[in-house]
């Protein structure tokens, strides 16, 4: 892999299997004997390429069902494409799903270690970065608290915590940073436009198209599983406006 690259998503297809009639109890599975399980194959994405640079901060934008968040997970390798492959160079953290990784019944303090750890980062690193961590966080006295106890907002304020913590070369973000207040959202640009200018890559998926004017370089435009337009941040999302008024 060159070194200009980070990621490099080359001819990705991916499908999904749609069940139609699926039997939930005993009763429906007796009526859908001998015609269940019939399903569906929903191709999400079809033929992807997609280069980005170190230091690039790209925006995925598209309506739902675009292929968005599939692509995010298919970078973070939590699935996998049935065509095609995705490389990636160096460190990656992701926020994908709010609180993915916490445990409901432990505090967030502890939650620190074992989510921090999935990231890569051992016992004496995350001992260093803890305070740093909750004081981003803002939590506070609740951060000993089960985070089963905490709203979407707090969810989100202790996971962005974390991932921003973990000092990561690639950062991917799904829509998460739209819960929560508007000081801490602020607060996370305000991070992730240091990150940029520190040289991390990112990738971002959302629908707010201030927030991609604010923080991206590049917009990819996903449409129906195939990008549509791949280029300067303005272009791409005065053609998109244009298009999805």
């Known amino acids: 892999m060159s070194e200009d ?8 297809y991916k499908t999904f299997n749609v069940y139609l009639d699926k039997a939930n109890t005993i009763k429906e599975k007796l009526l859908f004997l001998f015609s269940r399980n019939k399903k569906q194959k929903r191709e999400v994405l079809k033929g992807i390429n997609l ?11 598209g309506t739902n069902g675009s292929g968005k968040s599939t692509l995010l997970k ?6 996998y494409p049935n ?11 992701s926020l994908l799903e709010l ?7 432990f505090s967030g303090r502890e939650n620190i270690y074992f989510n921090a750890s999935i990231f890569g980062l051992t016992k004496k690193e995350i001992d260093k970065r803890v305070d740093q961590i909750i004081e981003f966080s803002e939590l506070g006295q609740y951060i000993d608290n089960p985070v089963r106890t905490y709203s979407s907002g707090m969810y989100m304020r202790l996971a962005f915590s974390v991932a921003i913590n973990v000092d990561a070369d690639i950062l991917l973000i799904d829509e998460i940073l739209s819960v929560g207040d508007e000081h801490f959202q602020n607060k996370c640009y305000n ?16 629908h707010s198209m201030q927030a991609v004017k604010q923080l991206c370089d590049r917009a990819v435009w996903l449409c129906d599983g195939k990008i ?8 791409v999302v005065e053609e998109y406006i244009k298009e999805t008024k």
């Open 191 to 206: 991070k992730m436009k240091e990150l940029k200018n520190q040289g991390k890559t990112m990738v971002f998926v959302t």
């Open 51 to 61: 280069k980005i640079k170190k230091g690039e901060v790209v925006a995925l934008i």
């Open 74 to 79: 298919l970078m973070t390798k939590i699935i």
């Open 5 to 12: 690259y980070k990621i490099i998503v080359d001819d990705v």
């Open 99 to 105: 609180g993915a990784g916490f445990h409901p019944d």
């Open 83 to 93: 065509k095609g492959k995705i490389i990636t160079e160096g460190k990656l953290t």
């Open 228 to 235: 549509k337009m791949d280029g300067s941040t303005e272009k």
